[in-house]
């Protein structure tokens, strides 16, 4: 038995040798005995494969005009990597500073910094937790120990990508931020990297003249992203830049690539993947001594997005806002107080009363989508906070605008008729305290008697101190969810705010006190804790123009293939809630808002203006600073169709805001006319 197993494992190991010698006399004729003739096979065959990137699909306004483009842009690329590592190390470094010393924009993602003599972890103005995962994800992508301060790190990728010390240390930095990419993005010979996909003039020239300085890179003409209009619409339309690796590993999928363009905010990021179209490619192989073969695949355009948005009223709504401003600014001397000299930005939104749909969004101050990147540093630390979309993610207090509400709520709780009288005394005492009308405050006199319709057209505090006081918190808080109030719209933009709606709860939760009875009287005329989007009150001014029904606002009209102009999707109007408003509560709410336009606080404004507007001011107190201005409207008076929100930060009050209104006005029902070669028509009606 035991020479038995003694034989079979002799046989095994003799089977074995001679495995192994077939094996190693092969490897030793292919890598040594015949290693030059399959050499000489290897560089006969050449291959490559080169990605025709897709045209993104067009951004279109209401009437197809366009918004958002393509241009033919230079894309340069790194397209050589079997150098040595001195060789690819000069080669980044020249190119770093010649796009550096020409203002151009290429890819660094990088963590680190280098600033005052050190290595800093830095990104953008990433903080806290964002940046620690952004700088762990660098670490682990590089294969470095996560425990590596700045300067750790940079001294062992100085040993991982052999850079010299010819270099400064500014210079090390640099280079190993364009090294990190390379290798976060695969590039090899047949895997180019994409450094800029949209170098100037200058820079491409500089290339193709200098060649020993820039052998290695390429050039070639690629789609970019063409904002027709500039800045305008920043804030809805977003941007696009080329992919980060995290994205990469959640889209590699579907078609994206380490190159690829992609969005990053606002329309460009949430209908990515309808427009991004679908890359293309060329693919050439040839054996020396034979003709190339070529494979070549076309791309296909992406598909073009129509939003609801109205090129023409959207300028009018930026150019309003923007100059109202101003002029509060520069006329702030004239009153005593100084009120206005502290003006800050604002916003404004346009909503279709009957369907939801959004006709303009201006956001002020702004910034140039074409040039984000290059001047992402000095955007985000500027204290007036232009990257900021104020219309979906400002939330502010709204003043008077809510005594609407409040109305709403007395009338169809029946705690008070339309044609109930309560005398302003000036001084309203309740529970010890004591609450003033602002018409006292300001001159010691008082608005007599009030009904429900002259007591919003007059904005009487006293009037609704007492119809807060019947109504109690729990009806007004009740009737602020029926409105949608202090939560997300659900409108298809990213970084929407909740806001806030007042409420014992929130009292309790925020600040862990008891809710008063003197915070119901506040939250009657529109203080208190309550926070709403200017988005929100221009929804919440739609729904008491049409009498009660909330649609969810949206901006993307429909998709559209580029090619047959076929709808590929469509947002139809949806119905989010209903309020019960009576023909008598619509009426008195409707008429004292009339009368604010009519010979109220906006009379100056719309006094003598074509339209009927229905209209209410607010002024919002705020700590430290001018009060801010709310101004909400819709019009016309008996057959609404628009709803205008605004709020300018510390404008003083709500009336200075009215011009803004009326200059959406006058452009909405074409009270100015001009010469126009679009192709759509006076009543506003889509082109087919």
Same mark, same amino acid.
């Given at each position: 038995?035991?020479? *038995? ?71 340069? $690329? ?124 200058? $820079? !491409? ?76 490619? *060329? ?56 009120? #206005? ?65 409040? $109305? ?75 409105? =949608? ?89 949806? !119905?989010?809630? $209903? ?12 008429? #004292? ?6 010979? #109220? ?78 192709? =759509? ?5 889509? !082109?087919?």
């Amino acid at each position: 038995m035991f020479y *038995r197993l003694r034989d079979k494992f002799f046989i095994l190991s003799v089977i074995s040798s001679v495995l192994f010698l077939m094996i190693f006399s092969a490897l030793v004729k292919l890598q040594i005995v015949d290693s030059k003739e399959y050499l000489a096979k290897s560089n006969s065959y050449l291959s490559s494969t080169e990605v025709i990137p897709a045209p993104r699909g067009k951004i279109l306004d209401r009437y197809g005009r366009p918004i958002v483009t393509n241009r033919l842009g230079f894309t340069v $690329t790194f397209s050589r990597a079997s150098v040595s590592d001195d060789e690819l190390n000069d080669l980044i470094l020249n190119s770093v500073r010649l796009f550096n010393k020409n203002e151009d924009e290429y890819v660094d993602t990088f963590p680190i910094q280098y600033a005052d003599d050190e290595y800093i972890f830095a990104y953008n103005d990433l903080t806290g937790d964002e940046l620690e995962t952004k700088v762990r994800n660098c670490k682990f992508s590089l294969g470095i120990s996560d425990n590596l301060n700045a300067n750790e790190c940079i001294d062992e990728l100085i040993d991982k990508f052999n850079i010299d010390n010819r270099y400064s240390k500014s210079e090390i930095r640099d280079i190993i931020a364009v090294r990190y990419e390379m290798f976060s993005r695969n590039f090899s010979d047949t895997t180019p990297f994409t450094f800029s996909s949209d170098a100037s003039i200058k $820079t !491409v020239s500089a290339i193709e003249e200098n060649d020993a300085l820039y052998n290695g890179l390429k050039v070639s003409n690629s789609p970019v992203r063409n904002y027709v209009h500039g800045n305008m619409a920043a804030h809805i339309l977003g941007r696009v830049d080329i992919i980060y690796r995290e994205e990469y590993e959640e889209l590699k999928d579907e078609g994206y690539g380490l190159n690829s363009v992609i969005g990053k905010d606002g329309i460009e990021k949430i209908l990515e993947k309808q427009i991004k179209g679908t890359d293309g490619y *060329r693919s050439v192989s040839q054996t020396i001594g034979s003709d190339p073969e070529i494979d070549e695949v076309a791309a296909i355009p992406g598909n073009n997005a129509m939003l609801t948005i109205d090129i023409d009223l959207q300028k009018t709504a930026e150019k309003a806002l923007m100059e109202t401003i101003d002029s509060i600014k520069s006329n702030s001397w004239k009153h005593v107080d100084n009120a #206005g000299s502290d003006v800050g930005g604002g916003a404004v939104v346009v909503q279709d009363v009957e369907t939801g749909e959004i006709l303009a969004m201006a956001s002020y101050p702004d910034f140039d989508p074409d040039n984000f990147t290059k001047d992402y540093t000095e955007l985000s630390k500027n204290e007036s906070k232009p990257l900021l979309n104020r219309a979906i993610s400002g939330v502010y207090p709204p003043g008077s605008v809510f005594k609407m509400l409040t $109305t709403i709520a007395a009338l169809e709780e029946n705690v008070v008729t339309d044609t109930t009288i309560i005398e302003d005394e000036g001084v309203y005492e309740y529970y010890g305290q004591k609450f003033n009308c602002w018409i006292y405050t300001e001159s010691g006199s008082t608005h007599g008697p009030m009904d429900a319709a002259n007591a919003l057209k007059n904005s009487c505090n006293y009037y609704y101190y007492e119809v807060g006081k019947r109504l109690g918190v729990e009806k007004l808080v009740n009737y602020g969810k029926k409105f =949608h109030l202090g939560e997300k719209t659900g409108i298809e933009l990213d970084g929407e705010a909740e806001g806030t709606l007042a409420s014992e709860e929130y009292k309790k939760l925020k600040f862990n006190e008891i809710w008063y009875p003197g915070d119901t009287l506040q939250m009657a005329i529109g203080q208190s804790y309550n926070l709403f989007t200017p988005l929100q009150l221009a929804g919440y001014t739609a729904t008491i123009a049409n009498k009660g029904t909330i649609y969810r606002p949206h901006i993307t009209k429909c998709v559209r293939s580029a090619e047959s102009g076929k709808i590929i999707s469509e947002t139809k109007p949806e !119905v989010k809630n $209903t309020i019960d408003i009576s023909d008598s509560t619509y009426n008195a709410v409707s008429t #004292g808002m009339r009368m604010v336009s009519n010979d #109220g606080t906006a009379s100056s404004v719309f006094g003598d203006f074509p339209i009927e507007t229905c209209s209410k001011t607010g002024s919002s107190q705020i700590n430290g600073g001018s009060a801010n201005g709310v101004f909400v409207s819709y019009a016309p008076y008996n057959n609404p169709k628009i709803a205008v929100s605004i709020v300018v930060e510390s404008a003083g009050s709500g009336s200075i805001t009215a011009p803004i209104a009326k200059a959406i006005y006058s452009e909405y029902f074409k009270l100015n006319p001009r010469e126009t070669n679009d192709s =759509h028509i006076s009543n506003n009606s889509l !082109v087919s």
